[in-house]
């Protein structure tokens, strides 16, 4: 009886320090940009109309600031704008990734959407395979598991294969991005939006 009640306690010990040693992870904005910005490689890329990002104290759902991404979506075709970390980062243990994005209510179309990108193991780019429509004048969490097992991992992430999903490199994750989408094309078209998006309290745990 002793025996199995300090093998209890050896059990419930580990999985102690196992959840110690992976601390949620939080960007908020409050000192700065945690590293969070629009990537060299998207400037001057026809669809992607980011123009500047930064911390804001326009609108915020927890604290003070934001990060704003200023973008000029022409509203006839098919754009995004996108704000990404270009970190390696250990998200094994892991379950969801969240961001709150707010959509100013002076947007003049319903075709604004949101999705996440992860770039992880040999630079394979794992998309969210469904966005998040975004509401306006309210705050809209984006979120995504991070951890769904292979067979329902290829339902939420598009994913090539087993071996190209998320689940089969959460430690070598080297960037994960956020990316607003106008939803537009010949047949579904809106005004043109030329303003900011803000993004806050982006949780990893």
């Excluded at 904005?29 to 910005?37: P, Y």
């Excluded at 250990?90 to 709150?100: A, C, E, P, R």
């Excluded at 769904?148 to 994750?173: D, F, I, M, Y």
């Amino acid at each position: 009886m002793k025996r199995a009640v300090i093998l209890l306690i050896l059990i419930l010990c580990l999985s102690v320090v196992s959840y110690a040693e992976q601390p949620e992870i939080r960007f908020d904005f409050e000192k700065g940009t945690d590293e969070w910005g629009i990537p060299d490689w998207a400037m001057g890329q026809e669809d992607m109309v980011g123009k500047s990002s930064g911390v804001s104290s326009a609108e915020a759902s927890t604290g003070e600031h934001s990060l704003e991404l200023v973008s000029d979506f022409p509203g006839n075709t098919w754009a995004a704008s996108l704000v990404e970390l270009d970190r390696e980062i250990d998200l094994v243990g892991y379950k969801t990734i969240s961001f709150d994005v707010f959509l100013p209510s002076d947007v003049k179309n319903d075709l604004m959407q949101a999705r996440i990108v992860v770039t992880a193991g040999p630079w394979f780019y794992i998309e969210m395979r469904e966005p998040v429509r975004l509401k306006k004048g309210k705050w809209t969490t984006v979120s995504a598991r991070l951890d769904p097992g292979a067979r329902k991992e290829l339902a939420e992430w598009k994913c090539n294969t087993n071996e190209e999903c998320l689940g089969e490199h959460l430690n070598s994750v080297k960037k994960i991005t956020l990316r607003i989408e106008y939803d537009a094309n010949n047949s579904q078209a809106g005004s043109p939006y030329d303003g900011p998006v803000y993004i806050d309290n982006i949780v990893i745990k």
